[in-house]
């Protein structure tokens, strides 16, 4: 046996010789080679979110034997039926008012916020307004609901504020007030809406930030030296140049708010929210197709709420 027989090189020329015609063979086929990278993340995609999604569908046509407790599988809409009960209907009701709510207000805070980052903002200032945006989004979802709940208590930061100030008896007054008050901030609904609009609100500034980034400030100073004022600039050139952002920043932040189930779990009342109502179904009184049901509200509501966005161009601003 020759040494040149025994040498590595030699002992690896096979491999190699594959391994060359598998890449030729991929340069000269593109679509071969985009098929192999798409066929695991595709069959991911198919066999465990669509399908789980398919399950819950499927789930929801069912119905439960409330007398002894079983799923029957026969296909029925008495589940469906069950959401407009009003105890069940005031839950999806409630949902989607605090998720409009919380998206208006979002975008009422977020909108001077964004103006000012894509018009003023220059060098390190726009440098430390991703920052304070971002830095949120960075830390525990948890820790930041919890914390929210110690300033929102009764003996919290924000009651010993109004001590301080003696407007003690404004507080009260406030939580007096039915529907929004409660015995604290911390369990009222106002409560729930305040920790909403802060968890969420980064995701309505950056989309508002990149529509008024595409803005451009000849047309402002147009309209202003044709004698437009500044509120009627901004109803009528920038408002309607910054909407697609505003409607891709709702997206997420109604989206989010209608199926979150921590914040209200932690803060607010014992009043039900969509993802409270499917937890407690699913898990506690084993009611699986009415937990799927309610699941199913969400995705229809959203199902919409994305093609009127996407007819009005919110998907230009993500």
Known sequence: MSMADTHPSAQAGPSEGLLTRVSDTLWRRPTLLLLILLTPPALWLGIIYL?????????SF??????????NHEITLATYAELFTPANFDIIRRTVGMATI???????IAFPIAYYAARYAKGAWRA????????????SYLVKVYAWKLILAKEGILTWIFEWLHLT?????YLALPVIGGNSLSVSPTGTFLVFVYVW????VLPIQAALERVPGSMLEASGDLGAT????????LLPLALPGVIAGSIFTFSLTLGDYIIPQIIGTSRLFIGQAVYQHQGIAGNIPLAAAFAVVPIVIMGVYLWI????????AL
């Open 169 to 173: 008896w404004l507080l009260d007054a």
């Open 62 to 71: 069912f119905s439960i034997d409330h007398f002894t407790g079983l799923i």
């Open 51 to 59: 399908g789980s999604l398919f399950a819950l569908l499927l789930q």
């Open 128 to 139: 430390i307004f991703y920052l304070g945006i971002m830095m949120p989004l960075w830390s």
């Open 230 to 237: 500044p509120a009627q600039t901004f109803r009528h050139v």
């Open 102 to 108: 919380v998206t208006l207000a979002s975008a009422v």
């Open 201 to 204: 609100l980064p995701y309505m």
């Open 309 to 316: 966005a996407k007819r009005m161009g919110a998907f230009d």
